[in-house]
């Protein structure tokens, strides 16, 4: 392949995510062939360790996170990754890993090319970016060669104020487009698949707007708790952890205009207008238009206080202020402890004007939905009504569709880790967050965070396994009822 040569440098070697995503999307890279031919992983952490040891703890991590992947190729990998040791806060550290990469590009021809990433907590994002930028390691004179590129994990700030902060932070050592700011639902296929789905399909474009869709329902279900986050989950909630990123990321791709062409920026300036085209929540209404949950053992988890208040389910409702959108609200709703793993999409289209058949009332003609399945059971239908054979005029809703799993079946779905490495390594950021839409979506929510703070009690216990609290129907119009997926 003719990708960049390139060093990933990896701060955050022992944490989780390093641990359970990105040594086994690394891996499975290199044992499909993807990856550059010059490519070296440089682990910079505090522990005291050399490369063998750094080796045999990916290793580790591969048995215990992704045992499915055949470790065949695994002696060639490990060859690539390397360990340097150094404090995040240590000009020292930093100066030695500036010596560690250069002797790096020597040997294995890596021409400076080199990716940041920040697997670390993001507290910790602003001392190392700013010790980047100290060693020279950041921004490039014109007479050297190669590319420096960093990338950024949620959450991306706590609120309007911090992710700004933040923003400019990483703005003061690198540009826009050397930063890669990770939502992991936009390497999934089938949330990149939305653009290919409206895009690359002339029928359902004429009916995508405020005419021909009643609402839209977009839902991120899990199934489980906050399993041993408790802490980190208590202190975030729902609408921080999943509705700010995953679930308006899925709101812009779904409601915004076509991009002039397909490159990262003509892309994402459609997505951050679709996202300030939601009109602002007025605080008085925001009692009326979002509702909170919590599910009956949350205060039991470990790492929670027991008077929590946070919210394990959020739902809210969106009207749009564009001219494709007006009328035609979009509801949201992000949930832990539901009767099962579900996100989609769905597209509920108006009812017909006049029913034909005898016998029928207009609301038991079941108007059309167009179900955009995330995950699981990946794939794209369309619930319409047919004639149920026989001597009577009888409508049975009946489902047009196709499963990934059935037309794509030599093709398995790679993690979304995998897609989005590639991607830094390609040098294209379609699939990652610009500042300004990051900053869009916490402009949206903070008011609606600090409204929360002022009625605590607001938050709606439910049983787990349920599809939370009966208040969040009270978010819906006349006629409209959330979908059990
Ligand atoms: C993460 C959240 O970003 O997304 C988690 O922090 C959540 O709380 C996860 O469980 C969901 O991701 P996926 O890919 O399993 O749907």
Request: charged share 25%; glycine share 6%; proline share 6%.
């Amino acid at each position: 392949n003719d990708l960049d040569p390139c060093v990933f440098v990896l701060f955050g070697a022992t944490g989780d995510l390093t641990r359970r995503k990105l040594t086994p999307a690394l891996y499975a890279l290199h044992r499909e062939g993807l990856l550059p031919k010059d490519f070296v992983v440089l682990a910079y952490a505090r522990r005291d360790k050399d490369d063998l040891v750094f080796r045999a703890d990916l290793k580790a991590n591969m048995a215990e996170f992704a045992p499915s992947i055949p470790l065949d190729k695994w002696d060639s990998f490990e060859q690539r990754c390397f360990y340097v040791r150094g404090e995040f806060d240590s000009p020292e550290g930093f100066a030695a890993l500036r010596t560690k990469l250069e002797s790096l590009d020597t040997e294995t021809n890596t021409h400076h090319n080199w990716l940041f990433y920040m697997a670390i907590p993001p507290e910790q994002y602003e001392g190392v970016v700013g010790h980047l930028g100290a060693a020279g390691l950041s921004r490039r004179g014109m007479t050297e060669q190669g590319w420096a590129r960093v990338i950024v994990e949620k959450p991306f700030g706590y609120d309007l104020e911090t992710s700004r902060h933040l923003n400019a932070a990483l703005l003061e050592h690198f540009t826009e487009d050397q930063v890669y700011r990770i939502d992991h639902y936009l390497g999934k296929e089938t949330v990149q698949n939305i653009l290919f789905f409206r895009f690359a399909n002339e029928i359902f474009e004429p009916l995508w707007n405020h005419k021909y869709v009643d609402h839209v329902q977009i839902t991120v279900a899990e199934k489980i708790g906050v399993e041993g986050r408790g802490n980190f989950f208590d202190a975030t909630g729902m609408t921080r952890d999943v509705l700010q990123n995953h679930a308006l990321q899925i709101v812009s791709l779904v409601a915004m205009e076509p991009p002039v062409r397909l490159d990262a920026n003509a892309i994402r300036d459609e997505k951050v207008k679709a996202i300030r085209g939601i009109r602002p929540i007025p605080r008085e209404d925001v009692h009326k238009l979002t509702v909170r949950g919590q599910y009956d053992s949350y205060r039991h988890e470990e790492g929670v206080p027991p008077g929590s208040d946070t919210e394990t389910f959020v739902a809210m409702k969106f009207h749009m202020d564009n001219w494709r959108w007006a009328g035609t609200p979009f509801y949201v709703r992000c949930a832990k402890a539901m009767p099962k793993r579900t996100t989609e999409v769905a597209v509920q289209f108006r009812a017909i004007p006049q029913v034909l058949f005898a016998k029928m009332k207009r609301d038991e003609v079941q108007p059309n939905v167009l179900v955009l399945r995330i995950q699981p059971d990946e794939g794209i239908f369309l619930q319409m009504g047919a004639k149920q054979p026989g001597p009577d005029m009888t409508l049975h809703p009946v489902n047009l569709g196709f499963l990934y799993r059935d037309e794509f079946k030599d093709m398995p779905i790679a993690d979304a880790y995998e897609r989005l490495i590639l991607d830094t390594i390609r040098g294209d950021a379609s699939l990652f967050a610009r500042g300004d839409e990051v900053e869009a979506a916490w402009k949206l929510l903070t008011p609606v965070l600090e409204a929360w703070k002022e009625r605590p009690h607001d938050v709606q216990p439910y049983f787990t396994g349920t599809w939370g609290p009966e208040k969040a129907s009270t978010l819906l119009e006349p006629g409209q009822t959330w979908r059990e997926p």
